[in-house]
């Protein structure tokens, strides 16, 4: 059972604390390849690993006086460090530090969520194999089809989410880039291996090419898988708000001792997780959106993209850690009601057998358009006057002439088998 939501560790990866600290870390790790190529004294780096320090508050506070939040960074650690601070961020641009700090953290968003979509897929796993053969009506056009199992819908989202974990796997692969190259990443002051040792250090590959940035076609990518998986989240929960309306009910949010439903009527149960899960996933399509628009820089790079990205890369990665959560738990409790979906089969008094009834007719002889016209004639008598189709066909000289009462009668008293199909579909899903 999940129970309340209790996952800080996804604000802890936004926090200034851990950004710092990833940014002090690429600063140490820097000069440790620079003393490997010569460029700094061992004893520099040693003195450098024991001294650097950074206090946010302090950066904040000289950052109000530079305007600058690297400077300002970097002005505090030499604080602690001293003179030997000189060889920190030797030939680096500020964008080094913070491209390279931000694919950190968003390596670190993006495994954390790929925990919560694992955890998602093994409940609607669970799920879909207790409701495999639970027989409910399928809609097109939210209008009664024929039958399927519940079972099948949620082997349906099952599917989704695994390859919504393919696609996140992708993404936070690429998104795991580093680039340690200078200005307008040219290496002119500073060797390429030290980007290499870097990026190995931190778990990152290098840039093959970059200029004062890595390139924003990463972060847009990232950012809309992150809106591809909102949207199957939604799609799960518009299917819940539906199947929950007083007129359905075949399935229910589960609904806590003490809850209420609304402040006016006593008796409301209202779908309120899927209605919340619905609003979240407009706004990560919106911030994919910008993530594009994110792309296109003058030049080497401007610094357009950097304030857009203060906003919708924490505001992503935490949104869509907390609806992965409710979606969980969401399914995990969810009420489904076997008994009401077998009512709400019969409430079209046999009309899901209209197909059955035609290839039938079919197989004896009549084309395909003149089974369709009979059938169809009886399905819009029972339609318009509540007549069960069976009754309706047996009325029907055109359909009885080819297809006996007793023919009939056996199609509708065989009922509903589902259950061959249904053990191939979920085999070939892995269930």
């Not at 520099?44 to 946010?56: C, G, M, P």
């Not at 959560?325 to 009601?337: A, E, G, P």
Request: with cysteine; charged share 25%.
């Amino acid at each position: 059972m999940i129970e309340r939501y209790t996952r800080p560790e996804m604000g802890a990866i936004w926090s200034e604390q851990n950004k710092y600290a990833i940014w002090l870390e690429i600063e140490i790790l820097a000069c440790e390849a620079q003393a490997q190529l010569g460029a700094v004294p061992e004893e520099a780096v040693r003195e450098i690993r024991e001294k650097a320090q950074f206090d946010v508050a302090r950066i904040l506070e000289i950052e109000e006086t530079v305007k600058h939040d690297v400077i300002a960074f970097l002005t505090n650690v030499s604080e602690y460090v001293g003179p030997t601070s000189r060889f920190i961020h030797l030939g680096m641009t500020s964008s080094d530090v913070l491209d390279t700090a931000l694919a950190v953290q968003l390596k670190q968003a993006g495994e954390l969520l790929l925990k919560g979509l694992r955890a998602l897929s093994e409940v609607l796993a669970r799920r879909a194999k207790e409701f495999k053969y639970t027989v409910c009506v399928g809609r097109s056009h939210g209008v009664h089809a024929e039958p399927t199992t519940f079972g099948l819908k949620l082997a349906l989202w099952y599917q989704e989410s695994l390859r919504n974990i393919q696609r996140l796997e992708h993404a936070v692969d690429s998104i795991s880039t580093g680039m340690i190259s200078g200005a307008v990443g040219t290496f002119e002051h500073l060797s390429p291996k030290v980007e290499e040792y870097v990026c190995e250090k931190l778990g990152l590959h290098p840039a093959p090419v970059s200029t004062q940035v890595i390139q924003r076609d990463r972060h847009a990518e990232y950012l809309s898988v992150l809106a591809i998986i909102a949207s199957s989240l939604e799609k799960i929960a518009v299917e819940i708000r539906h199947l929950q309306r007083s007129e359905v009910l075949e399935a229910e949010e589960y609904f806590s001792k003490g809850q209420k439903g609304s402040s006016a009527m006593p008796h409301k149960r209202n779908p309120i997780v899927s209605e919340r899960l619905t609003g979240l996933a407009r706004l990560l399509r919106g911030n994919a959106m910008a993530a594009m628009e994110n792309n296109a820089l003058w030049h080497e790079r401007d610094i357009s993209h950097s304030s857009v990205e203060r906003v919708i890369c924490p505001d992503s990665t935490i949104i869509m850690d907390y609806m992965l959560y409710l979606s969980t738990n969401l399914i995990d409790k969810l009420l489904v009601y076997p008994e009401n979906m077998k009512a709400n089969i019969e409430k079209t008094y046999g009309l899901v057998f209209s197909q059955t009834i035609l290839l039938e007719l079919v197989k004896r002889g009549l084309t395909r358009e003149e089974a369709y016209s009979r059938v169809q004639t009886a399905a819009m008598k029972t339609w318009s006057e509540k007549i069960p189709l069976r009754q309706t066909l047996s009325e029907s000289t055109e359909i009885t002439s080819v297809l006996p009462h007793e023919e009939i009668n056996r199609i509708f008293d065989g009922g509903i088998t589902l259950k061959d199909s249904v053990d191939y579909i979920f085999e070939r899903c892995g269930l």
